[in-house]
């Protein structure tokens, strides 16, 4: 098959923002790289399976008008698109690789994320009917992230003379004889994100348009001071280097400022090298500007070989404060008016870790934690929250009167210690039960659970990207032989969710409706709900 093909119609979009166009002998193919519907585009083939391409994007020849009135949020904004409006040229320069549909208005973003849950059910579909909600948009569509995830690195490109001459087999130290110059851009410390497509590369990042103004402060800030310190940045390719990642999290309705600082310190050897550490440890300790923005700091050890903030040896260690920030979650415009609800009561604060996971999107959790309790309704009984987290969703529930005890399931530790802590806060602790434990072997590693998990009015699955583990859909399965639930299932993956419901559904669920919501503005992401009986 010919590598790059050329003129394809793009005429849907799938999950993951994939681009789908079909072969003269009907075979699809799926492009990634940021083709939308009604683009015309060529691409080049990555693999050929036996009934589908996979490609990237190479350019777009020709493109929907309708699709493109958005105004971008962000400087760093790269598009395929804004390059060939500005050029006549495709090409892939310097560019941050997110946020790729900035150039769409909402309402084109909001509709396109409904085609694309559509499409995740279309196997389900063709088996029952489903109602598909219209989509819930975000409160906020710029400053809406309370966490941000940034990583240091460096940029270099090989000058196009040069890379010419070595690939014709010239030596480097006669290229440089000659003049040239090795390369274009050399930038030794970066702090952003991977260039699109290219992970090696780090694109340098002055602002971003996803998070509060407060934390675009605090984050050039502390670049200054890190750059500034003489300490190299972390080289991926040769795992050397001192800075690697810088987490920042925010309270949207606390204005509490967590930041995470990432580094390697295992290859600072010398006595230069440890002697700029304490400089930079000690200024940032003093520094004014960190000292009234940032609640608490953290400093993650990191010597793992993978490019990610944590792995099972990071050792964080809190700098300064209580090495936890506290968000709250406010459900009033979701609490009836005829309700007497005291306003304090339509409000649930969590204590949030470094490694605990939070809705990223503060306002738009309420949102969806909102729409799914008005989805729920009335129950009898007890919660069972499954991939529970912080227990942000079944003690949003339980505060707002919804169950009467709740047992909460989460794999990782220390978000159940804060669960356990948000129990208490929110004066429910005499009515919560947190396990740390895979939900797929709960049962194995916490047999007293059984006795636990009584009178289920209701299960809460929120699982991550890959969905339910057998083991769990074949418990749910058993504990509907003994309890007539509703099972609310959340999801930031419809593929993987529509592949669990259709599994559920054969086990004797009732599925009718799907309610996509959007936490992740400017991206192809879509979080979905829906209430099974
Ligand atoms: C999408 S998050 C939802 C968390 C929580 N429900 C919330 O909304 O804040 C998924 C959670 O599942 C947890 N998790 C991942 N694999 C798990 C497993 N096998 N068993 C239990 N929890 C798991 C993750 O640590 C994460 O907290």
């Not at 999950?15 to 683009?39: F, T």
């Not at 996803?210 to 200054?224: D, R, Y």
């Not at 099972?312 to 406010?330: Q, S, W």
């Not at 005890?405 to 978000?415: C, D, M, Q, T, Y």
Request: charged content about 25%; some cysteine; glycine content about 8%.
């Amino acid at each position: 098959m010919q590598k790059i093909l050329k003129g394809l119609t793009v005429y849907k979009i799938g999950y993951g923002g994939i681009g789908i166009a079909r072969l003269p002998d009907g075979k699809k193919v799926l492009i990634k790289g940021g083709a939308l519907p009604g683009s015309i585009v060529d691409v080049r083939i990555v693999k050929a399976k036996k009934d589908y391409v996979e490609a990237h994007l190479l350019a777009i020849k020709k493109q929907n008008p309708e699709l493109l009135s958005g105004v971008p949020i962000c400087q760093h904004f790269f598009s395929p698109f804004l390059q060939e409006q500005e050029t006549g040229l495709q090409e892939y320069e310097i560019g941050c690789g997110g946020c790729k549909w900035q150039v769409m208005n909402y309402e084109a973003q909001l509709k396109l994320k409904e085609a694309i849950v559509e499409d995740a059910f279309g196997k389900l579909l063709k088996k029952q009917e489903i109602t598909f909600l219209p989509i819930i948009g975000s409160p906020l569509q710029k400053g809406y992230r309370n966490k941000i995830e940034f990583s240091f690195g460096v940029y270099k490109q090989l000058d196009e003379a040069f890379r010419k001459g070595k690939k014709s087999g010239i030596p480097e130290a006669d290229l440089l004889a000659q003049g040239l110059k090795k390369y274009a851009i050399d930038a030794d410390f970066n702090l952003g994100f991977h260039k699109q497509g290219e992970f090696s590369k780090i694109v340098d990042i002055s602002a971003c348009g996803l998070i509060t103004e407060k934390a675009n402060q605090v984050f050039s800030h502390l670049k200054q001071l890190c750059k500034a310190s003489g300490l190299p940045v972390y080289d991926q390719k040769t795992h050397q280097g001192f800075f690697r990642h810088l987490v920042l999290r925010e309270g949207i309705n606390t204005a509490q400022l967590l930041v995470n600082l990432s580094v390697a310190d295992n290859n600072l050897t010398s006595q230069e090298e440890t002697q700029l550490r304490e400089q930079f440890l000690e200024q940032l300790k003093a520094d004014p500007l960190l000292k009234e923005q940032v609640s608490t700091f953290v400093i993650s050890y990191n010597n793992g070989l993978a490019d990610i903030v944590r792995n099972a040896e990071t050792e964080i260690k809190t700098f300064r404060g209580e090495g936890t920030i506290h968000e709250t979650l406010d459900f009033s415009a979701f609490v009836p008016a005829d309700e007497e609800l005291k306003p304090e009561l339509s409000k649930v604060t969590f204590r949030i870790s470094p490694s605990s996971f939070f809705q990223t999107n503060t306002l738009g959790a309420q949102r969806l934690f909102g729409t799914a309790m008005q989805m729920i309704g009335h129950i009898e009984g007890n919660v069972l929250d499954l991939y529970c987290g912080a227990g942000s969703i079944g003690l949003s529930l339980l505060r707002l009167g919804i169950g009467k005890e709740l047992v909460g399931v989460e794999i990782v530790e220390e978000a159940i210690v804060d669960a356990r802590h948000n129990a208490k806060i929110n004066g429910l602790q005499d009515r919560c039960f947190f396990v740390a434990s895979p939900a797929e072997k709960m049962l194995i590693n916490f047999p007293e659970l059984k006795e636990k998990i009584q009178n289920v009015g209701l299960v809460v699955i929120d699982p991550p990207r890959e969905g339910l583990h057998p083991n769990v859909i074949k418990y749910l399965a058993e504990l509907k032989q003994q309890y007539a639930f509703k099972l609310l299932y959340i999801s930031c993956n419809p593929i993987t969710m529509a592949r669990d419901i259709e599994l559920l559904v054969e086990e004797g669920f009732s599925f009718k409706q799907v309610q996509g919501v959007d936490m992740f503005c400017h991206t192809h992401h879509v979080e979905c709900i829906s209430v099974l009986g």
